[in-house]
């Protein structure tokens, strides 16, 4: 964090009034710098939710000054056990109340991109996906607005085809856990073809289909990465 982060953010929060502040930070790969631009749609928790569940804005804790009162009077806490995304959750309940929103358009925080390759965040592992998938069913319990949900159903989407590509459950248990996502369509989400043809053929097809055609994707992906 800059040094004046915290001055910056309080000085914020107190000229307005404000429970949440948010600022800009700067993306830090090896040798260059990208600016990540934090500002919202409207600074009202609706839309704030908004942003932050169709990945228009980052949705963590590193870039937001919150009054400690958000936490206390709506009885919120961080998720024990919740290793993956736990501080969105938190930043989305604090949203289902009526807070003041303020806006920083300071860079005031770096994110390290590059340095830490086994972040928790940056790998793909049966337990990782374990977590994914326990923070996605925990914004299903309190994000019930249906302008809203299905941002919520297509992180679900993107589980399911991580849970193709690493194969871990059987295919009865497959459609256990994703038989949900049939009945939606994610035509106007930002979600790639690929992990909508894969889980489509999975549901509709057959989970086997789905496997052998990734499969092929990872044999070829493989030998394209050996030339």
């Known amino acids: 964090v800059d040094n004046t982060f915290l001055q910056m953010l309080y000085g914020i929060a107190t000229a307005e009034d404000a429970d949440m502040v948010i600022c800009d930070f700067m993306m830090?790969?090896?040798g260059y710098s990208k600016r990540s631009v934090q500002r919202p749609s409207q600074c009202t928790p609706y839309?704030?939710?908004s942003d932050i569940l169709?990945?228009?804005l980052h949705g963590?804790?590193?870039?937001k000054l919150i009054r400690r009162r958000c936490y206390h009077s709506y009885g919120i806490n961080f998720i024990a056990?919740?290793?993956?995304?736990?501080?969105?959750?938190?930043?989305?309940?604090?949203?289902?109340?009526?807070?003041?929103?303020s806006y920083c358009p300071d860079t005031?925080?770096?994110y390290d991109c590059?340095?830490?390759?086994?972040?928790?965040?940056?790998?793909?592992?049966p337990a990782h996906l374990e977590q994914r998938e326990n923070y996605v069913r925990l914004l299903m319990d309190f994000i019930t607005d249906h302008s809203l949900n299905i941002y919520v159903y297509s992180r679900l989407l993107t589980v399911a085809y991580l849970a193709i590509s690493l194969d871990v459950y059987t295919a009865e248990?497959?459609?256990r856990r994703y038989d949900i996502l049939k009945g939606y369509s994610f035509a106007g989400c930002s979600l790639s073809k690929q992990e909508r043809m894969f889980v489509w053929i999975a549901l509709h097809i057959g989970y086997p289909a789905a496997r052998a055609l990734m499969k092929v994707k990872l044999f070829y992906r493989r030998l394209f990465k050996r030339k």
């Open 47 to 49: 839309n704030l939710t």
């Open 28 to 30: 830090e790969y090896d």
């Open 173 to 175: 248990e497959f459609h």
């Open 60 to 63: 963590g804790c590193c870039n």
């Open 108 to 110: 005031m925080y770096h």
């Open 114 to 125: 590059h340095s830490n390759g086994n972040s928790y965040t940056r790998i793909v592992t």
């Open 54 to 56: 169709s990945l228009k």
């Open 81 to 101: 056990g919740l290793n993956w995304g736990e501080d969105m959750v938190t930043v989305l309940r604090i949203l289902r109340n009526p807070i003041r929103i």
